[in-house]
């Protein structure tokens, strides 16, 4: 599949989440497929970094903001040399600099959206609504649920096209989490189970942390590993002091052998309370670990209760921790969940899906505009 459509991607992210992962996938992808595209990114940000070692074309250039006028007029620059036919932005200020960039110019304006709560969450005014209608052709959602939302919102179902996020099944193939077991002292008789998430409200680690009591008294030799770093480390802490946890959970903060975790779970636990997709939970499955979710956001698009994992109540620590206990001990059917999220992973939710998918939208939309 192939086109001679030029791409301009914009991520004004400072920092590396999934969404970053996602960008530098795509582009991985359309660049393999001989498409030209370029990338602009923060300057001196993990984006231009990762970018640069996997042979993108970037950009780099200081984004204050989505009003800042100095990277539009820059960008608009790159889109009068270039000629781009798509300006696809990945992140919501990029979304309002590519209108500026582009005001006057014949190329279409896609932006993705990965998160699942509505566009007027904290908006003034509710001026999210004219930005959204506005300010962009077409979108991308990266599951039903968000474009659920975005219609909800008053965003035509027409202008919305869902691509699901896609990772690379084989990445972590190679991850020996052996010398994890060392390090934090994990027995053979200890059953392990592994959070990876940013530390914030929505990702709803507090139920995991409150649930951990209600697992221990079923199986008491269980260890829980928390992996990533965020604006409530400090609160879950005092939450997991507070019930008595010390050996039992530990907050490992950021993690560079984040593979090396996924390696020795028993289970993986996706605690939150929206969620816009889940590729955490996508890379567990990817080496058949069975996972425990909860029921919102795009997570019931991957995890079919009972089928590829166990869905579970949001925002309900009681009900995650009888996942969590149903998981470790019935180990068949946990195992044959997993095997049958590693096959979906493998079909549905690959990066060479998710790549060939948004080639077809820009075709979509080009030809339409």
Known sequence: MTTNLRILHINTERTWRGGEQQTLNLLIGLQARGL??????????PMEQRARVAGVNVF?????????????????????EFNYAVIHSHTSHAHTLAYW????????????????FSIFRHSFLKLSGL??????????????????????????????FVVHSGIDPQRFSQADGGRLTAEFDIRNTEKVVINVAHLAGHKGQVYLVRAIPYVLSNI?????????????MNELKATAAELGLTRELVFTGFRKDVADFYRIADVFVMSSVQEGLGTA???????????????????????????TGRLVQAANPEELAHGIVDMLTRTEAARKMADAGRALVETSFSVDAMVDKNIEVYQKVSADG
Do not use: W
Request: charged share 25%.
């Open 36 to 45: 030209f595209c370029h990338l602009v990114c923060q300057a001196d940000s």
């Open 60 to 80: 780099p250039m200081s984004m204050r903001g989505e009003i800042d006028l100095r990277a539009a007029i820059r960008i608009r620059k790159l889109i009068t």
């Open 101 to 116: 960039a582009s005001i006057g110019t014949e190329a279409v304006r896609l932006v993705t959206r990965r998160v699942d």
């Open 131 to 160: 930005k959204y209608r506005l300010l962009a052709d077409y979108y991308i959602a990266i599951s039903n649920k968000i474009k659920h939302v975005m219609t909800h919102d008053g965003i035509p179902a027409e202008r919305i």
């Open 220 to 232: 008491p030799g269980t260890r829980f590993f928390i992996i990533g770093k965020g604006e409530l």
């Open 281 to 307: 939970m996508l890379d567990a499955l990817a080496l058949a670990k069975p996972v425990v979710a909860t029921d919102t956001g795009g997570i019931p698009e991957i995890i079919q209760n009972g089928k």
